[in-house]
């Protein structure tokens, strides 16, 4: 009975994913962007990779969009059902998710991530993670860049107008036409030799150059 379960659940998800897929794709393309930083992503990203692309969770739906096209990028993704969702769409873009989260499998996740990279991928983390609380960084960005001696890429977001969830990260999203600034702040490398209290130095300064980011993109969208 579980069997039968699983493969009805698993045919549902096949014929949903290519539809939200190109849901989000039409909607992605609606949008009017304007990156502030866009050398780093060029420099940092696309030629000096691999690097850690990072981001609060309250703008994941419009960055993953944006990065969609980008080489295939390893994406931790939470375990949950909500996640399996998320995971089946960046697979279907040519990326690499790794599921798990702080709660549960984080650990082991960050070490195929360390693999991963070595091979020459990208990584893309949501520093708040998938439950928060938010805005607040949490450790794994600061551990990934340390073992591989990759850079970090703080990415900020603001968009108007916008449909906000009433959700722990107040999620948004973009309506379609709406306006939309990414900033990117200056890439830091964790040396590999921080440890305790130099972790959380670090920690700290992943969370203030994300929400300085997210401060000059809201300036920069209400500028115009």
């Not at 692309?53 to 096209?69: A, D, E, K, P, V």
């Not at 992943?206 to 300085?212: F, G, P, T």
Request: overall charge positive; some cysteine; aromatic content about 6%.
């Amino acid at each position: 009975m579980k069997v039968r379960e699983d493969k009805s659940k698993d045919l549902k998800l096949n014929l949903l994913i290519p539809m939200l897929s190109g849901l989000l794709k039409c909607w992605g393309s609606s949008i009017r962007m304007k990156v502030y930083g866009k050398e780093i992503i060029e420099k940092y990203v696309i030629k000096d990779s691999p690097s850690i692309i990072s981001f609060w969770h309250f703008g994941l739906i419009q960055l993953c969009c944006y990065f969609r096209r980008l080489p295939p990028t390893v994406v931790m993704i939470s375990g949950s059902k909500d996640g399996e969702i998320a995971a089946r769409i960046a697979k279907r873009w040519g990326h690499i998710p790794v599921r798990g989260s702080k709660m549960k499998g984080g650990l082991n996740a960050l070490r195929e991530m360390k693999k991963l990279m070595q091979q020459g991928h990208n990584a893309a983390i949501v520093v708040d993670g998938s439950r928060g609380p938010a805005r607040i960084a949490q450790k794994g960005v600061i551990v990934l860049s340390r073992e591989t001696n990759a850079p970090i890429v703080p990415i900020g977001i603001a968009a108007k107008p916008v449909l906000r969830f009433n959700s722990w990260d107040r999620m948004i999203l973009p309506l379609p036409g709406s306006r939309c600034v990414i900033v990117c702040e200056k890439p830091f490398i964790v040396p590999k030799h921080v440890k305790g209290k130099e972790l959380e130095s670090f920690r700290l300064k992943i969370e203030n150059r994300l929400n300085s980011a997210c401060m000059l993109a809201e300036n920069y969208l209400q500028k115009g």
